[in-house]
């Protein structure tokens, strides 16, 4: 969360004229309410069944670039198409930055709790490993301005 994958997706798609989709947008598009809304009406489950189907159909699309959920890669099953039909790169942040970034954000129910720093801590000891596993290109991106990271995310994307 607070990664960048909008702010480098958009650029990347930009750059080679493809388009840009979010998973949680399209999952807001379709339901009409916020991320927030879900979580609190159906549940993280009924939220995980959502993000899986719209990351079925938005890896078979061509020429996107596709931002998804920071927990879509909790699912095998999502972890395999995004493999298979993509190139998947992890954003590496630390989460200490990343709580920064995300301090005045309200959208995101799971740091909505008393301690964002001990919680974004724990969600990247859990999933730090999964997104490596997930990736073919891992960028670790520090305090820098986006536009460094996109340059670097251009070269890591040219090498492979
Ligand atoms: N090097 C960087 N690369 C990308 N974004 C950066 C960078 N430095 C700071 N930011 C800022 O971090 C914030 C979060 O970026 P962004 O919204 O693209 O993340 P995200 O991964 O899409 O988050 P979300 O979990 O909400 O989907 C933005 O305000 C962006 O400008
Ligand atoms: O990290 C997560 O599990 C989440 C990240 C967001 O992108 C949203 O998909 C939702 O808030 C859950
Ligand atoms: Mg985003």
């Not at 991320?35 to 061509?62: D, K, M, V, W, Y």
């Not at 290109?137 to 070269?155: M, P, Q, R, S, W």
């Amino acid at each position: 969360m607070g990664a960048g994958k909008t702010t480098l997706g958009r650029q990347l798609a930009e750059h080679f004229q493809q388009t840009f989709h979010d998973s949680d947008q399209t999952i807001c598009d379709k339901t009409g309410v916020s991320i927030p809304t879900i979580f609190e009406l159906e549940g993280e489950q009924s939220f995980r069944e959502r993000e899986s189907c719209a990351i079925n159909e938005l890896t078979q699309l061509s020429n996107v670039v596709l931002a998804t959920g920071g927990g879509t890669v909790l699912r095998e099953q999502n972890r395999i198409w995004l493999r298979e039909r993509g190139i998947v790169v992890y954003l590496h942040v630390l989460p200490e930055i990343l709580v920064e970034r995300t301090r005045y954000d309200f959208n995101r129910p799971l740091l909505q709790v008393d301690n964002p720093l001990k919680k974004m801590q724990q969600l990247y000891a859990t999933r730090d490993p999964i997104y490596r596993q997930t990736s073919h290109i891992v960028l670790d991106v520090g305090t820098e301005n986006h536009y460094i990271t996109f340059k670097k995310l251009l070269a890591k994307l040219s090498e492979s």
